[in-house]
């Protein structure tokens, strides 16, 4: 202790000289021996504590507090059953030695032996902007060269943390990871509510909310990609109380990987909570090589004590900082092809839909998929998958000649592929079918007529890879990418790993290694993030991609439920929202429920009557108005449409002088409406405000008083009724500054 002790101190001297490098927060009792680590941001306080025999704990985790001298009392003011363990708030649960819960490691030693113990040895925190700070904690097993370093990357205003860990093998042979979490977070408080979510192929981020009783709870993923299908990773903690939109205390939190992925929550027999999260160790126990660190996924969480509104606007502008890629940007409206053609389309046809996008007004065309294959043409989802050559029947100038009609229509081209995966009728299996991911020994099995490539193999990676690159080579003028992943992994097998256990974690890693190889070369091209859904949407992906296609679910209906609870975790910048023929609701239904994100289409223009297409062309033209406010402002959930007849869904821009209200009718029973006053969120009460009707269907006209001008204290504290009801199912109301 001693030793470590005086490094650690003069550690924190002499790194007060070094540029961007400060231990300023990492302070000592001499008196006891303890070193206190607090990982703070503007809100939250989680903190660290050595005790004199260099075991680590988490002493508090919470509100911040003003003088962060007294998180050295917080634990005496608990008096709850004992720890027979003196490792239950461990940051870090190591298994094998005196741990008696769910461990966030565990490990066999090159020697064979399976216990670990893990002691601290130093910590260091480096500002890396006036935000942004990283906090490591190295960790040591006294009997074993075998080390763990706990990162804690803080974002100040934003109260966000990402946790992660590097696991370093010294030892003379291989150390096989068992168990290797990103995070293991200890939480006390009376009760704890888990907000989860579940779901199936269009029913995506179905909620569900329960107190979580004594024993493990488990979310978790073995679908190897569209990790999200059955249950996302994201997911939420609310203590004493269930969760609530501007009350309590409560934790958001998410694992960032496209994989398997694994959440522990475990109330112990003190009635605390222990968060373990990170890649999903089923079938992969990994292997770790004298001298390899392995860095475990980054585990992602933000807490408020003002209730989930508060917290998922952290998250939001979190996301819009600093990991969406073009966060802070803009984004291309479209019209999609899809549902309007399936597969059935040629250069005629496309040109067609070149000058309907011009028509809508609209930035950009999307080719979907079908556009390739000419062994096995890809005419419906069983062939063609995996080659990526133009179908010289449906177009036979290629590409680059679409490319070039689209620009002369005056739109932008982007287009759908799905480079991960392989139909068993396909050149690409023919060629390469031990770069398919199947057994050896045991029948093929399909979702979607697919098998998935093999990433953990480098030559696939460069295939994945080339699809994209020789798309951009032959036509550098492709504005967009729509990237698609519809299948799972079955019969997990790599004919190019030695150890099969890799498979899931090197797979994602592979997947990486592509993603990030794209934006090296092509650092700012829009790519969607596509699943046959919303299945694959997590923060790894995300840095690589500007938006995510929450569900095919396009109904405007269901979509007001979907984007509710999306957007407690993403902002709406991120969120594809198309208009279809999806759903019993009129037209200006579907195109206000896809106002609240990147707005695009999915209709047959040319099929829509005059009254519709002048709807849809005025509509682009008002979302062009609005979309800076839905893209860049805080979000403010008013009325839950789980809880109401109307729901409503608030934007405001950061300086509180503009914003949009939306509200829709979610329930058809006889004379549902608004009937009380929706109470406004994030103005200034102090500001006057005009408030107006937009987005009105041709022939239609306002039921509220169009441009009256209120007060931000009238708006929220009596609020507004937007006369929503059975002849006015969905109205946008603009709220602007009267100056
Ligand atoms: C699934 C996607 O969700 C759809 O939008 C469409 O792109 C199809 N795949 C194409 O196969």
């Not at 670990?116 to 040895?121: G, P, R, S, T």
């Not at 978790?220 to 205390?249: A, C, H, Y």
């Not at 932008?412 to 396909?426: A, T």
Request: some cysteine; proline content about 4%.
């Amino acid at each position: 202790m001693k030793l470590s002790t005086s490094l650690h101190r003069k550690f924190t001297l002499f790194s007060k000289s070094l540029l961007f490098c400060i231990c300023a927060y990492s302070f000592q009792s001499v008196k006891a021996q303890k070193t206190t680590i607090p990982v703070e941001t503007k809100n939250t306080a989680l903190v660290l504590q050595a005790d004199k025999d260099n075991n680590l704990s988490i002493i508090y985790f919470g509100k911040k507090l003003n003088n962060s001298s007294e998180y050295g009392f917080v634990q005496s003011m608990y008096h709850q059953n004992t720890d027979y363990t003196g490792v239950a708030a461990s940051p870090y649960t190591p298994a094998g030695s005196r741990n008696l819960f769910e461990p966030a490691i565990e490990v066999t030693h090159a020697d064979g032996n399976n216990s670990l113990d893990l002691k601290f040895v130093n910590t260091n925190t480096e500002k890396i902007s006036d935000d942004v700070a990283l906090t490591s904690v190295v960790l040591k097993d006294p009997a074993y060269d075998f080390r763990v370093t706990l990162f804690y990357k803080t974002y100040f205003r934003e109260n966000v943390i990402e946790q992660w860990s590097e696991i370093k093998n010294n030892e003379k042979g291989n150390v096989v990871l068992h168990k290797f979490a990103s995070a293991d977070l200890y939480l006390q408080g009376k009760t704890f509510y888990l907000k989860q979510y579940h779901g199936d192929w269009a029913q995506e981020m179905q909620p569900e909310e329960e107190q979580i009783t004594h024993g493990i709870k488990t979310l978790d993923s073995k679908l190897g990609t569209r990790e999200s299908l059955f249950q996302p990773p994201v997911f939420m903690v609310s203590i004493n109380q269930p969760s609530n939109e501007d009350n309590g205390e409560v934790l958001l939190a998410s694992v960032e990987w496209s994989g398997n992925y694994r959440t522990d929550l475990e109330l112990d027999n003190k009635d605390n909570l222990r968060i373990i999260s990170g890649i999903n160790n089923y079938a992969s126990d990994y292997p770790l090589q004298p001298n390899k660190t392995f860095t475990t996924a980054k585990f992602l969480y933000t807490l408020s004590n003002n209730g989930t509104g508060e917290a998922s606007r952290q998250l939001q502008s979190w996301a819009r900082n600093y990991r969406i890629l073009d966060g802070n940007g803009g984004r291309l409206t479209l019209l999609n092809n899809w549902e309007s053609t399936y597969f059935d389309f040629d250069e005629a046809k496309l040109k067609q839909l070149f000058s309907d996008t011009k028509k809508l007004g609209v930035d950009l065309f999307l080719l979907d998929d079908g556009w390739f294959g000419n062994k096995y043409p890809r005419n419906s989802d069983n062939a063609g998958l995996g080659d990526w050559q133009e179908n010289k029947k449906k177009i036979p100038n290629g590409i680059a000649s679409l490319v070039k009609d689209a620009t002369a229509a005056d739109v932008k081209f982007g287009i759908w592929i799905e480079p991960e995966m392989v139909n068993p009728k396909s050149e690409l299996y023919e060629k390469h079918p031990d770069w398919v991911i199947k057994q050896p020994k045991r029948p093929e099995y399909y979702f979607r007529n697919q098998l998935e490539l093999d990433l953990s193999n480098p030559k696939v990676q460069d295939f994945v890879f080339g699809v994209v690159d020789s798309l951009f080579i032959k036509s550098p003028n492709i504005a967009y990418i729509k990237w698609d992943c519809n299948s799972v992994i079955y019969n997990a097998y790599s004919a190019h790993e030695d150890n099969q256990s890799k498979l899931y974690v090197d797979y994602v890693e592979g997947l990486y290694n592509v993603l990030k190889r794209i934006r090296a070369k092509y650092p700012k091209v829009p790519m969607m993030l596509c699943s046959g859904g919303g299945d694959r949407v997590d923060y790894a992906a995300l840095q690589y991609f500007t938006e995510y296609w929450p569900s095919d679910n396009t109904d405007p209906l269901e979509r007001v439920f979907i984007q509710w609870e999306y957007s407690y975790f993403y902002p709406a910048i991120a969120s594809a929202n198309h208009v279809t023929d999806w759903g019993k609701q009129p037209l200006k239904y579907r195109v206000d429920v896809a106002m609240m994100g990147k707005l695009g289409f999915d209709i047959p223009v040319s099929k829509l009557d005059a009254k519709d297409l002048s709807f849809c062309q005025s509509a682009v033209k008002t979302y062009d108005s609005i979309k800076n406010v839905v893209w860049h402002g805080n979000q403010y959930r008013l009325q839950s449409p789980w809880k109401n007849d109307v729901a409503s869904i608030m934007y405001v821009d950061s300086t509180a002088s503009s914003a949009v209200v939306f509200n829709y009718l979610v329930n058809n029973r006889y004379n549902s409406g608004s009937k009380l006053p929706i109470v406004l969120r994030g103005l200034d009460a102090t500001k006057k405000y005009r408030v107006r009707e937009i987005n009105l269907y041709p022939g239609t006209h306002s039921a509220i008083k169009q441009n009256e001008v209120y007060s931000g204290n009238f708006l929220m504290t009596v609020g507004l009724n937007p006369h929503a009801d059975a002849y006015r199912t969905s109205v946008i109301l603009k709220v602007e500054e009267a100056r």
